[in-house]
């Protein structure tokens, strides 16, 4: 078995909101996953392939994207613009989940092209990682036409995850619901637009709509970019389960509305953070630390809670994943993080409560180092490296 030891970590974040910051300041990973995690005294007699000094910085689960427009390959449709997958990697995200691949040119809208593209992008994503992301791609839109056995088909396939519900013909809940149930019934994961109307061919989704076809993740309540009432927010708090996604290419307002009423009423664990990128709005590679930021900064988020909403609570709504908390077991998708020079923080933690992006080091992914340094954030006040 080939060993990784990281040393030298001045905090490990678990992503768990129930535990958000561990003890220790020692990780071991084997063979891609997470071996242990506690005091110096754990790599006693450990013959490891690879040494990482953390240099003091914080050691934080992959971050997670829950909701891109992927195109097959790792190009931007919309925005006409290449690599952009790769550039996330760069922001600290190494989980990515479509939302649907609304953008690709000439997409069909029959059920037996719709079915087709969702295998097809699902199974391209799977070979591909891009910058070795790992994206879970080919979330299936919504057409009429769609019967039972179609998700059948797709799941037998691969396929497990719907793209949000308004994107195609199928609107209504008279005629969404019974495809959530199907999806549902064959494992699979259900978003929903939620808010005003897009691009051409999507639909506005009021609270009502969404409470009556029951996904599992309300896709950008803080708007994509429109975003429902305020009043609309609050029916889905109070009366619903499902997962709150907010996303970068959102309303700010609604944003920190969502966040401070969420820690009011105990429900930060409901919360999880995507880009709605690329979109009309732009690509934005640092969109899940910007998040990170916003909540912690202006919301008064605590930064180690604000992570979780990146990491852990997103693992937790899409559990078919082995990553996104640190936890002995898991994958070893790790980012090696750190004030940016220049802050008045001295911590990645203080850095996301004052609203500076950290600076990103070692990016790690299946215990394999991606980037040995962000391309995209701000230099670290303290940098790890391989010794």
Known sequence: MSSIVIKNIGTILSGDIDNPILKGDTIVVTDGKIAAIGGAEIANGIEAEK????????????????????SLGDYAHRQFASNFIEGELHGGVTTIISAGECHTPGRPKDPAGTKALAIL???SFAALKPGGVKVHGGSVILEKGL???????MAKEGVWTVGEIGLGSVKDPADAAP???????????????TGGTSIPGSSTVTAAQVMATKPDVIS?????????????????????DFAMEIVQCGNPKVTDYVARRAKEKGQLGRIIFGNDAPSGTGIIPLGILRNICQVASVSDIPGEIALCMATGNSA??????????????????LVFMDAPMGSVANTAVEAFECGDIPGLSIIMVDGVIKAAKSRNTPPCKRAAKVI
């Open 121 to 123: 992008a699902h199974k």
């Open 316 to 333: 937790k709504v899409y559990n078919k994943l082995n990553t996104g908390i640190i936890a002995v077991g898991r994958e070893a998708d």
């Open 147 to 153: 019967v039972e056995k179609d998700f059948e088909e």
């Open 51 to 70: 040494v990482i000094d953390a240099a003091g910085s914080t050691v934080t689960p992959g971050l997670f994207d829950t909701h891109v427009h992927t």
């Open 220 to 240: 950008h309540i803080n708007g994509g970019p429109t975003a429902i009432p305020l009043s609309e927010v609050d029916k889905l708090m109070d009366e619903t």
């Open 179 to 193: 495809m959530v149930e199907w999806a549902h019934k064959n494992g699979m994961k259900v978003q929903m637009h």
